[in-house]
C-alpha cells in the first residue's frame, strides 16, 4: 500500500478575484492540515505534469479547447461563462489540474496497490463536452478517465463524484459511453440544475435533499450504489472528491462530517481492492470553507490507509 499525493505549484499561484471562493488558501489549509495530522509522514508527494493538447482532446471537443487557449489574453482575464473566469495563469494551473489525473492514472495502473489523489485546482466535473460552468475549465476527472480507457485499454472505469454538486460535466461527456459507470451524489435541487433522472445506463444518480445526513448518506450510498458498483466489477476507480457537502461549508446545506469523509475513504479504497488492486485515483472538485475541507481531506485519505 502507498498513496501519493500528486499536485504542482502552479495550482497555488493564482487566484481569480478577491473574496472568491476558489481560492489558493484552500491548498494550502489542506497542506497545513495534512502536515499537522502526521499525515505529510506517511504519504508521497510528487509534481504533476501539464497535460498536451492532445490529452486534453480526449474528453473535450478540440474547437473548444483551441478557442479558449486563443481567447485567453495575456494579461487581464475573460469570463467562459457566469461562474469561470480564467487569465492565463489559471489557464496554465487547469493544464497541471488535467495533468496530474493523467499522472495519477499512470501510476496505479503501472504500480498497483496505489492510492493516488490530485491537490489541484481549477476544479472539473462541471466542464462540459464544448463548455466551462461553475469554476471548471477542462474535465479532470473525465480527461482521466479517457486517458485510461485509450491507454491501458480499460473496459471499465467507475467514476463516483461525492461533491454536493452534481457532476454535469462528466455526465455530458460519458452519456454514452458504455465503459464508463458514473455514480454522482448531489443536493438537489441545486447548482447546475440537471435532470435528477438519469437516461442511461452509464450514469447513476443520487439526488438528495438539503439537510442529508452522514448516516442517510451512507445508507442510500450501500443499499442504492455498492450493489451496483460491484457488479460494474471496475478496472479502474475514479472520484471526483469534493468535500462542499460539509455541514460547515455554507456553499451547499448536507450535513456530512469528517468521519462521513473518513468512511467513503474506506469504502472507496475496499471497492478498489476487491476488484482492482486498490487502484484508487481521487480528485480534488469543490469544499470552499477551510477548516472543514482540510479535516476532510485528511480523514478521507486515512480511510484509504
Ligand atoms: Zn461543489
Same mark, same amino acid.
Given at each position: 500500500m502507498s498513496l501519493v499525493i500528486f499536485s504542482h505549484g502552479r495550482c497555488l499561484s493564482y487566484d481569480i478575484g478577491l473574496d472568491h471562493p476558489e481560492a489558493a488558501s484552500r491548498i494550502y489549509a489542506i497542506q497545513d492540515q495534512l502536515l499537522s495530522s502526521g499525515l505529510e509522514f506517511v504519504v508521497q508527494q510528487r509534481d504533476a505534469t501539464p497535460a498536451s493538447m492532445e490529452q486534453l482532446y480526449l474528453a473535450h471537443d478540440p474547437a473548444y479547447v483551441d478557442h479558449v487557449f486563443d481567447a485567453v489574453p495575456d494579461t487581464g482575464h475573460i469570463w467562459l461563462d457566469d461562474d469561470t473566469q480564467v487569465n492565463a495563469k489559471s489557464l496554465n494551473a487547469a493544464l497541471y489540474s488535467a495533468g496530474s489525473g493523467i499522472n495519477a492514472v499512470d501510476l496505479v495502473m503501472q504500480q498497483p496497490d496505489t492510492q493516488a489523489f490530485c491537490l489541484i485546482r481549477p476544479p472539473g466535473h462541471h466542464a462540459e463536452f464544448r463548455a466551462a460552468k461553475g469554476f471548471c475549465v477542462f474535465n479532470n476527472i473525465a480527461i482521466a478517465a479517457a486517458y485510461a480507457m485509450q491507454q491501458y485499454d480499460l473496459g471499465r472505469v467507475l467514476i463516483v463524484d461525492f461533491d454536493v454538486h452534481h457532476g454535469n460535466g462528466t455526465e455530458d461527456i460519458f452519456q454514452h459511453e458504455l465503459r464508463v459507470k458514473f455514480f454522482s451524489s448531489f443536493q438537489h435541487p441545486f447548482y447546475p440544475y440537471t435532470d435528477p433522472v438519469s437516461h442511461s445506463s452509464s450514469i447513476v444518480k443520487m439526488p438528495l435533499a438539503a439537510g442529508t445526513t452522514g448516516a442517510l448518506y451512507q445508507r442510500r450510498f450501500n443499499e442504492e450504489w455498492l450493489p451496483l458498483m460491484q457488479a460494474f466489477q471496475p478496472e479502474l476507480v475514479l472520484v471526483s472528491a469534493g468535500? #462542499?457537502?460539509?455541514?460547515? #461549508? #455554507?456553499?451547499?446545506q448536507m450535513k456530512l462530517t469528517e468521519l462521513d469523509y473518513l468512511w467513503l475513504g474506506q469504502q472507496l479504497k475496499q471497492l478498489a481492492d476487491q476488484f482492482c488492486g486498490g487502484r484508487l485515483v481521487s480528485m480534488l472538485e469543490g469544499g470552499y470553507e477551510h477548516s472543514p475541507l482540510a479535516r476532510s481531506v485528511v480523514s478521507y485519505l486515512k480511510g484509504q490507509l
Open positions: 468535500f #462542499d457537502a460539509h455541514i460547515e #461549508d #455554507d456553499m451547499g
